[in-house]
């Protein structure tokens, strides 16, 4: 462990600091927050909550830990004691269906807070009181200080340090080995080292030869300036569908992320007339064991090629995907910055422009949180006054900070998956975001029923003219609901390529994204 005095000036890790430069650069700051709101049922002792949050925050140093700029680059600048308040507001005095509105409305206007980096705190917890035994815990976290390896970490060591709290005992958790600004450290010492030249090495042969059309998707506009802008699309699958896509895994020997991405690659080969594929996603970059304790974003991007060249049979696609994407998720340590700069050159295209589409799988990232003698549930915030989750399938318009033109982000919530759709508003029509949507759904019948046959066989409604649902009226009062299959993802993590040497000036972004995990 370092020494304490050194903790006034520390290192960021790779992504904390593509963070901290997109904070800089970006007008609309509140994109990169993670906000969660959580039903409370049941008995709350709330000093022992507060209690709780504070011993994390003490425990866990980017809970308390600062971002000023020094000579114009980042440090991380460790607080020796957590300025950690629960905020609280009691809403018993309104009726019933009042409460209810007004615990939407600070969900959805916590969720739109300007954190200051080099003031902080980065942790802000409000908890709403509805009845005696009635509760709404609302979250939101800067991404600079956690990533969903971390909300994981959060939720587990909560609910422990909770009920210790309350029982009396220690919560048994241990001493942290390292924190994140040792990490940082370490993976600075790897990055000056041959192992980070020799994975450089083996990214230049990944990458080698890529095709420009593996980054360009065909648009319905084109590209005009650079904006957050984004829309969303929600394709929920069955529950039929989602066991029997588990069991072709199991049959295969695969991953359900591996279906999805076989089927996302077929997708996109077939929609824009390509046989070299390049999706991104989002890995932990969390390689030992004392890293997978701590908090902090660790997350590092990916770049997953797969060639589908002499028309391979679905079965074929699976194998191929699994066999060129597992050597590349154990290369997690290379900076995406330094990936997608070798990507560019290959390809002739700028680093703003990869990934062009990109995959993640994931659960809702707090669900780990369980506080003895009461039920949590996620709760999804609805600024336009959504009553129900049907009503969230409907194309919305909303902002996120990433390069992709394209993320199909796949969530396994009650037994069932949900895929939410983000697609550049400026780029794509509705129409052809819904006409993907049914094309996916349909390719990943195919792998439940016909592994056999050539991929550019599977019929596809690519030309199809699709009916989406109506978006419900705007204007009405916020709502708050359970989350359950069926949610959308509301956010993405920033997946920007920035130059990791950009220098002292804050960085405007480039075609600006995520999110936990």
């Known amino acids: ?59 866990h140093e980017p809970l308390r830990t600062l971002y000023p700029a020094v ?26 269906a009042e409460r209810l509105v007004v615990a939407a409305e600070k969900a959805v206007g916590q969720s739109r807070h300007r954190f200051d980096l080099a003031a902080g705190p980065l942790l802000r917890a409000t908890l709403l009181r509805l009845a005696a035994e009635q509760h709404v815990l609302l979250l939101n976290f800067h991404h600079i200080s956690a990533d969903g390896w971390s909300l994981e970490i ?14 009396g005992r220690d919560a048994g958790l241990g001493e942290l080995a390292v924190q994140c600004i040792d990490h940082a450290e370490q993976q600075a010492a790897w990055l000056d080292g041959p192992a ?47 066991d029997e896509l588990r069991e ?26 390509t046989e070299d594929v390049v999706v991104g996603t989002l890995v932990a970059n969390r390689e030992t064991p004392t890293a997978g304790r701590i908090l902090g974003a660790h997350y590092n991007p990916l770049l997953l090629r797969t060639s589908l060249a002499g028309d391979p049979c679905l079965g074929e696609v699976l194998m191929r995907v699994a066999e060129s994407s597992l050597p590349a998720l154990e290369r997690q340590g290379l900076p995406f910055a330094r990936v997608a700069g070798i990507a560019a050159a290959e390809a002739g295209v700028p680093p703003r422009r990869i990934p062009a589409v990109v995959l993640q799988l994931d659960r809702y990232p707090m669900h780990a949180l369980a506080l003895a003698g009461a039920r949590v549930t996620g709760l999804h915030a609805d600024p336009a006054g959504a009553r129900a989750v049907e009503d969230l ?21 009650g037994g069932r998956l949900t895929v939410s759709i983000f697609y550049r508003t400026r780029r794509f029509h509705d129409a052809t975001a819904g006409r993907l949507a049914r094309s996916f759904a349909e390719i990943l019948l195919a792998f439940t029923e016909r592994l056999e046959d050539p991929f550019r066989e599977v019929p596809l409604p690519l030309d199809e003219s699709p009916e989406l649902p109506e978006p419900p009226l705007e204007g009405g009062p916020a709502s708050l609901f359970p989350i359950t299959a069926g949610c959308p993802v ?10 990791l040497e950009a220098g002292d000036q804050p960085v405007e972004p480039r075609n600006s994204h995520e999110a936990d995990l």
């Not at 994975?199 to 650079?226: C, K």
């Not at 902002?399 to 394209?406: G, H």
């Open 196 to 242: 980070a030249r020799r994975q450089a090495d083996w990214w230049a042969g990944y990458l080698r030869g890529v095709s420009p059309a593996a980054f360009t998707l065909p648009a319905d506009r084109p590209e005009v300036g650079e904006s957050l802008e984004m829309s969303r699309l929600v394709l929920p699958l069955s529950r039929e569908l989602t």
């Open 154 to 167: 959060f939720g587990r060591e909560g609910s422990a340090l909770y009920a210790a709290l309350r029982e």
């Open 71 to 96: 000579d114009g680059s980042p440090v991380a600048r460790v607080a020796e004691h957590p300025v950690f308040t629960l905020e609280q507001a009691d809403l018993t005095p309104l009726d019933a």
């Open 1 to 59: 462990m370092k020494d304490r005095a050194d903790r006034g000036r520390g290192r960021l890790t790779p992504a904390q600091e593509q963070i901290w430069r997109l904070h800089h650069g970006l007008a609309e700051v509140e994109v990169l927050d993670m906000h969660y709101a959580l039903g409370i049922d049941g008995p709350l002792d709330v000093p022992a909550l507060e209690e709780a949050m504070r011993a994390l925050c003490r425990r």
């Open 490 to 499: 509301d956010a993405l993590s920033p997946l920007i390529a920035l130059p």
């Open 393 to 413: 399938a409907a194309p919305r318009r909303l902002r996120a900070a990433s390069p992709a033109d394209l993320t199909f982000f796949v969530r396994d919530e």
């Open 248 to 273: 072709v895994a199991r049959r295969r020997g695969a991953s359900l992320y591996m279906i999805l991405l076989a089927a996302l690659d077929v997708l996109i080969a077939r929609w824009a007339g």
